[in-house]
C-alpha cells in the first residue's frame, strides 16, 4: 500500500473506525500510519490498537500554551511523513501554523451543512431553525473554525419528533459513508485544493459540492 494517513482524535473514534474498514477493505489507497489522541481515555484508541495501528497520546494539559502543543503535535505527525492528516473528532481549536503547516492536505467532518452552523451544538440548532434537512460536511481545514472549503456533503430529513440525540445518531450513519470517500479521492489524487477552491478530477466544486442524501 502506498500513501500515509494520520488521523487525530478525541473520543470514540467511530469516523476512525470507518475509514479503518474502508482501508482494510481495500477501498482507500494508503495506511492508517498513526492515530494521535490529546486524551488517553478516547476510546478510539483501542479501535486504533485493535486494528494494528500505531497510537500516540499527547496531553494538551501538559501544555503551557496552545502554540506549545501544536508544535509538539507537528513534530508527532510529521514523523510519520503523513500524505494527509485527517481530523476525526479532535476537539481542539488548531494554532494558524498548525494550519498552514498542513494546508491542502488537513481535513475535517463537521456535523451541519455548512455554511450553516459552524461550531457547537449543530443539531440542536437545526431543530430550533426549523430545518427541513441537516446532515454533515468534510472540507478542508482553514484558519477559520469550521469554514474551509467543502468538498462533500450528506443530508438527512429533520423530523418533527426528533431531538439533538435522534438526529445526531442518523447524521453520524452518513458521516461513516462520505468520510471515507472523501479521504479515498485525497489519496487518489482526485480531489485538490487550489486556490482555496477544492476541484474534483480537475472540475471546481465551489457551487457544485457532491451531495449523498438518505
Same mark, same amino acid.
Given at each position: 500500500? =502506498? ?10 473514534? =467511530? ?17 492508517? =500510519? ?7 481515555? @478516547? ?11 500505531p ?12 502554540d ?13 511523513? %503523513?500524505d494527509?492528516?485527517?481530523?476525526a ?27 450553516? /452552523? ?35 456533503? @450528506? ?19 452518513q458521516?461513516?459513508?462520505?468520510? %471515507?470517500?472523501?479521504v ?14 477544492? /476541484? ?13 442524501? =438518505?
Open positions: 500500500m =502506498s500513501g500515509s494517513i494520520v488521523v487525530l482524535i478525541s473520543g470514540s473514534g =467511530s469516523n476512525l473506525q470507518a475509514i479503518i474498514d474502508a482501508v482494510k477493505a481495500g477501498d482507500i489507497p494508503g495506511q492508517i =500510519s498513526a492515530v494521535i489522541s490529546n486524551k488517553a481515555e @478516547a476510546k478510539g484508541l483501542q479501535r486504533a490498537s485493535d486494528a494494528g495501528i497510537t500516540e497520546i499527547l496531553d494538551h494539559k501538559e501544555f503551557a500554551s496552545r506549545s502543543f501544536d508544535l509538539s503535535l507537528i513534530r508527532k505527525i510529521d514523523s510519520y511523513e %503523513p494527509l492528516v485527517v481530523l473528532g479532535f476537539m481542539r481549536i488548531l494554532t494558524p501554523a498548525f494550519v498552514q503547516r498542513y494546508a491542502g492536505r488537513l481535513i475535517n467532518i463537521h456535523p451541519s451543512l455548512l455554511p450553516k /452552523y459552524q461550531g457547537l451544538h449543530t443539531h440542536k440548532r437545526a431543530i430550533e431553525a426549523s430545518d427541513l434537512r441537516h446532515g454533515a460536511s468534510v472540507h478542508f481545514v482553514t484558519e477559520e473554525l469550521d469554514g474551509g472549503p467543502v468538498f462533500i456533503q @450528506a443530508s438527512v430529513p429533520v423530523e418533527t419528533d426528533d431531538t439533538p440525540d435522534t438526529l445526531a445518531a442518523r447524521v453520524l450513519v458521516e461513516h459513508k462520505i468520510y %471515507p470517500i472523501a479515498k479521492w485525497f489519496m487518489e489524487g482526485r480531489i485538490q485544493l487550489k486556490d482555496n477552491t477544492p /476541484y474534483l478530477d480537475g472540475v471546481s466544486l465551489l457551487d457544485n459540492i457532491p451531495l449523498l442524501e =438518505s
